[in-house]
């Protein structure tokens, strides 16, 4: 799993996932997706389910999206953007889960725990 610390001050917070439409392992592909998105001003953080990423603009979220989705060479690519663009208010990631582990009085369970 890549895993890359999040800043904090962005508003604008998306889920990407990216994968070709294979019956192999996607995990290349996949790596190849993360990797373009190293060239854009976007800090994220890999899951088994997508890839969280933080941008400071909606634009530069696009952009880091369309990237990734074309770095995989696949014949189908299935790409899922889902985008939380809170605009009154700097909220990271982070603070997002700490405001659910507030509310629960821990930490959520992560796969490592």
């Not at 508003?11 to 592909?29: C, G, H, K, Q």
């Not at 997706?33 to 933080?54: F, K």
Request: glycine share 4%; net charge negative; charged share 25%.
């Amino acid at each position: 799993m890549i895993v890359a610390a999040l800043r904090t001050g962005m508003t604008v917070i998306a889920l990407l996932s990216v994968a070709p439409v294979i019956e192999d392992s996607m995990a290349e592909d996949i790596a190849t997706a993360i990797e373009a998105l190293d060239a854009h001003n976007v800090e994220y953080e890999t899951n088994p389910m997508g890839t969280v990423i933080e941008a400071d603009s909606t634009d530069e979220l696009f952009a880091a999206a369309q990237a990734a989705h074309d770095a995989v060479d696949a014949d189908r690519v299935s790409t899922v953007l889902k985008i939380d663009d809170k605009r009154n208010v700097d909220r990271s990631a982070d603070e997002k889960v700490e405001s659910v582990a507030n509310a629960l009085g821990r930490q959520p369970k992560s796969s490592g725990e």
